[in-house]
């Protein structure tokens, strides 16, 4: 239904896979890549009738739990950082269910007022959502010793970072690492895997 997007997404599992872009194989993981979408939108439209018990036993964070004896004898705030894979607002909610104050970032320039909608429901589960150019806010939230969550593939942009991603160049934000550099606090990159 998107022929330039369907291009762009073959070209990259090709690219990633070492194939032809018209290959079985790479229209498979195409189409995996759909489906995985597609799971991740009807889950963000369930997550908000979600009881904090239901959404915590939907996401395993016990991989991060020796994370947070680290943390917290850092004295310092915690970067989280991630790609656009998986769900992540459910894993904020699970994180947040353990406790920890996690803030994450979100664009409030396209449709403020789903914005606001959606900063009124983070703030219910726990999750303080700024406003993505919020620099005061983010810099808080690491001065408080607290988690930022960041979701770092944002594409190719000259002013970035450039880095290597299975043999080819591209770009990867600044911002994360700036934000470590000028308050100490670590990052850690959190992949997420889907169970059956």
């Excluded at 032809?20 to 229209?27: R, T």
């Excluded at 489906?35 to 959404?55: C, H, K, N």
């Excluded at 290597?164 to 992949?191: D, M, N, S």
Aim: charged share 25%.
């Amino acid at each position: 239904l998107w022929p330039k997007k369907r291009r762009y997404v073959n070209d990259n599992f090709a690219h990633v896979l070492d194939k032809a872009p018209g290959s079985l194989e790479v229209k498979r993981k195409a189409f995996a890549a759909y489906r995985s979408y597609a799971r991740y939108v009807v889950e963000l439209m369930r997550l908000p009738r979600l009881t904090d018990e239901q959404a915590a036993a939907l996401v395993d964070t016990s991989t991060l739990l020796p994370l947070e004896a680290s943390w917290k004898a850092s004295g310092k705030g915690l970067i989280i950082t991630s790609a656009h894979i998986g769900n992540l607002k459910g894993v904020a909610r699970g994180i947040a269910h353990h406790g920890w104050p996690i803030a994450s970032l979100g664009d409030d320039t396209t449709f403020p007022e789903l914005f606001d909608m959606l900063r009124r429901q983070r703030r219910d589960w726990g999750i303080n959502l700024i406003p993505w150019r919020n620099l005061r806010d983010m810099f808080g939230v690491l001065r408080r010793n607290e988690i930022l969550a960041l979701i770092i593939d944002w594409g190719y942009r000259p002013e970035d970072i450039p880095v290597r991603l299975f043999g080819a160049w591209t770009t990867l934000p600044a911002g994360p690492a700036a934000l470590a550099a000028k308050t100490g606090a670590p990052i850690v990159h959190c992949a997420v895997r889907r169970s059956p």
